[in-house]
């Protein structure tokens, strides 16, 4: 079993519809959970960081995190062709330097 | 704030010989971390550092790799003798606490 998982997709939404990309994790230790976009040929980007159970919201991104079921998710509202890229999410033991990075979920809205 | 700055952007070489590539961290940041990214093999944690220190180079698949940090802004990571099979992306990331920002990468094909 990976310590991070992600479906790999590839998933596709239509514009306007909301795409979900879901992450596990295995490390009940994990504190710190994040969101990275990667286009293609581009390097990853952090677009998402949360920390605590629940939601968080920025502007049509909402991460959302379930630590009991060591689960991850990232919403994106109101999708849009700039949005296909690829997603990774990657998790951090507090104990530890480094972060987990999962395989990405590649993502494909179309007009 | 520049960035995360790595270079070169393109290496192409040939086989046996020495690779070198540089990072230089976001100012301030001091954990550095060194990745490859393959189509095969996703994003791969090479080697990182906490204050110029090497703390897990589990990652690094031989002794060919090696990497040094001599100082809080400057890192290289050398490929010596370099193979076809370490064609990949390498990226450079740099942390303060937990979010890592990654560099534009470097593109090294060895032919």
């Known amino acids: 079993q990976k310590e991070v998982e992600q479906n790999s997709g590839p998933l596709s939404v239509p514009e306007g519809a909301i795409a979900s990309l ?38 049509r991104f909402t991460a959302q995190l379930n630590k009991a079921s060591q689960y991850v998710s990232l919403l994106i509202r109101d999708s849009q062709p700039s949005d296909s890229a690829t997603y990774l999410c990657a998790v951090k033991n507090t104990n530890a330097g480094k972060s987990t990075f999962g395989d990405g979920t590649t993502l494909t809205v179309k007009p | 704030d520049a960035g995360v700055i790595q270079s070169p952007r393109h290496e192409v070489t040939e086989m046996g010989q020495e690779v070198t590539l540089r990072c230089k961290p976001i100012s301030g940041h001091n954990s550095l971390f060194w990745y490859r990214q393959t189509m ?25 790799f090696s990497a040094k940090m001599p100082n809080a802004s400057f890192s290289t990571l ?30 090294l094909t060895v032919t």
Request: charged share 25%; aromatic share 16%.
């Open chain 2, 40 to 64: 095969m093999r996703g994003l791969e944690l090479l080697i990182y550092f906490n204050n110029n220190v090497p703390i897990d180079d589990s990652g690094m698949p031989e002794d060919r």
């Open chain 1, 22 to 59: 879901n992450c596990t994790y295995s490390d009940r230790g994990s504190q710190s959970f994040f969101w990275y976009r990667q286009y293609s040929g581009k390097s990853p980007e952090l677009i998402m960081s949360i920390y605590s159970n629940g939601d968080k919201e920025d502007g």
């Open chain 2, 78 to 107: 050398k490929i010596q003798p370099s193979e076809p099979r370490d064609s990949a992306v390498y990226f450079c990331a740099s942390s303060s606490h937990y979010e890592q920002y990654f560099g534009p990468g470097t593109r």
